[in-house]
């Protein structure tokens, strides 16, 4: 499984991005995809998750209401939209996935994800 990020940049606070994933190299669609970030000096922190295959999808308190996790399902893509963007946000965004055949939702530590991309750069000033 291969994942590739796009869509980072610099945007004043207040602002939006809309990061994308794309992914590859599988033909299941039962995998929780997340995305995650990383500030300098800090730890990974999950940001938000979606079920490929019901399409449910859960956020961290800090971008709720802020972030929305989309899939096109077609195109193999996951998005991120992000909205009222604050300087904290700042940091590498990461996506993630890993085969999931439960019923309950997609979790939020980063060591049940076992794929990864390079990670994209947003920058809020």
């Known amino acids: 499984v291969q994942l590739v990020e796009s869509g980072g940049g610099s945007v004043q606070a207040g602002g939006s991005l809309r990061l994308s994933c794309v992914a590859s190299?599988?033909?299941?669609?039962?995998?929780?995809m997340g995305w995650f970030r990383q500030a300098p000096g800090k730890q990974r922190e999950w940001v938000a998750a979606?079920?490929?295959?019901?399409?449910?999808?859960t956020y961290a308190d800090s971008v709720k209401g802020r972030f929305t996790a989309s899939q096109d399902s077609a195109k193999n893509t996951l998005d991120l939209q992000m909205n009222s963007l604050k300087p904290e946000d700042t940091a590498m965004y990461y996506c993630a996935a890993y085969l999931y055949l439960g019923s309950r939702s997609c979790g939020n530590r980063a060591d049940q994800y076992r794929y990864w991309g390079p990670g994209t750069q947003v920058t809020v000033s």
């Open positions: 979606i079920y490929q295959s019901s399409g449910a999808t």
């Open positions: 190299g599988y033909t299941y669609s039962r995998f929780c």
